[in-house]
């Protein structure tokens, strides 16, 4: 049972290696933020820009399920230093 148990959790890794791997294989290396976990989710690509903050396009961590997507705005760092934005960016 143990054994068996090893397998399947192996399999199971490699299996989550795997769906990772094919989802940010195609990223942009440059972006700081682009393949790394943020607040329990993988971001992928991003989908937009300002002056104030980043869009990106995000999976859940744990699953990697593509039916999951969400959009994750991340504040530039200028920005951070101001509690009115913060105040802001939060609402």
Known sequence: L?????RKERRLSQEYASRRAA????LDRTDPFEGK??????????IGQGGMATVYR????????MKEV????VMQDKMADDPEFRERFER
């Open 2 to 6: 143990v054994l068996l148990r090893v």
């Open 70 to 73: 969400v959009a994750i705005k």
């Open 58 to 65: 995000g999976v859940p961590e744990h699953s990697l399920d």
């Open 23 to 26: 989802l940010t294989a195609t």
């Open 37 to 46: 976990t943020l607040g329990g989710y993988l971001l992928l690509n991003r």
